[in-house]
């Protein structure tokens, strides 16, 4: 008579019905709170045909809008590479007095309120603020004005490479470094065969994260700007004029633009993770 087949474990099956229920409410949240908003802004964009669309985006005040942002990004982005990897390099390699509050001051723009980091731009720059009169005598626009625009960005946005960098540079340690320099390598050398590569990926993943901070800042550009239409305005706050004047259909068309860039940040933060997993490879 043969024996009976060996029952499954209970537990094998309560881990298996856990497993399929977490996937399954990620996956609604992703659908509901993600996927549709996503695809209601492109619906929403094309509601009145793609000659409205493209009418929408090459408004000169548009246009405007968009060239001030990319501007604003082609700045922010390399000075927070270099402050960044300055940054790291300092906390990761040496110890300091002070070091626990470099790390704290790093990540207070994670803990302010953007809003919050306008108005002190403001109390600083601003007509009545500590050096605005300083700044009005010698014709020097900060608020309300391009700088003003980009030093907002700058606070808002300098965490994220640096962050990326920290924890990385503290797990690879210095041995390779050392050994260079004991054999005869220049510092400078050693930082771009040695050091450079090694954090490629982190440091390339650091600048998608505050590339896209920067296009699609607001709190803290609100602040700043003064909402001077093709003049201060960015992206995300012209995308809000259009929605309070209820030009729904070219908010939606200048936020797809936004809406574009968070799918491209995705897609390189993936590829970027993925590409980073193998062992080896160079550049």
């Not at 007509?127 to 009005?136: E, T």
Request: proline letters at 5%.
């Amino acid at each position: 008579m043969a024996a009976p087949a060996a029952s499954r474990p209970a537990h094998r099956d309560e881990h298996r019905l856990l497993r399929i229920a977490l996937i399954a409410v990620a996956g609604a949240f992703l659908v509901l709170f993600l996927f549709f908003p996503l695809v209601a802004v492109f619906v929403k964009a094309f509601e009145k045909g793609a000659a409205a669309y493209v009418a929408a985006i090459v408004d000169p005040i548009a246009r405007s809008a968009i060239e001030l942002t990319l501007l604003v990004a082609f700045v922010v982005v390399p000075v927070n590479v270099v402050f960044g990897i300055a940054a790291a390099w300092a906390i990761a390699k040496f110890d300091f007095p002070g070091r626990g509050l470099l790390i704290t001051v790093i990540d207070a723009p994670f803990a302010v309120s953007p809003v919050v980091s306008g108005m002190v731009f403001v109390l600083v720059f601003g007509a009545h603020g500590l050096i605005g009169p300083w700044l009005i005598a010698h014709d020097i626009k900060v608020v309300f004005a391009v700088p003003g625009i980009i030093l907002a960005t700058l606070f808002v946005t300098s965490p994220f490479v640096a962050r990326e960098l920290i924890p990385l540079m503290e797990t690879q340690g210095n041995e390779e470094e050392e050994a260079a320099l004991t054999l005869g390598s220049s510092g400078w050398k050693t930082f771009f065969l040695i050091s450079l590569p090694k954090m490629r990926w982190g440091l390339l993943y650091g600048v998608v994260l505050c590339n896209a901070r920067a296009m699609g800042e607001f709190g803290a550009v609100s602040v700043v700007s003064g909402h001077i239409q093709g003049l201060t305005n960015t992206i995300p706050l012209h995308v809000e004029i259009l929605y309070n004047e209820y030009q729904f259909s070219a908010a939606f068309a200048v936020a797809s633009l936004l809406s574009l860039l968070a799918l491209v940040t995705l897609f390189l933060k993936a590829a970027i993770t993925r590409r980073s997993r193998p062992r080896g490879g160079g550049w």
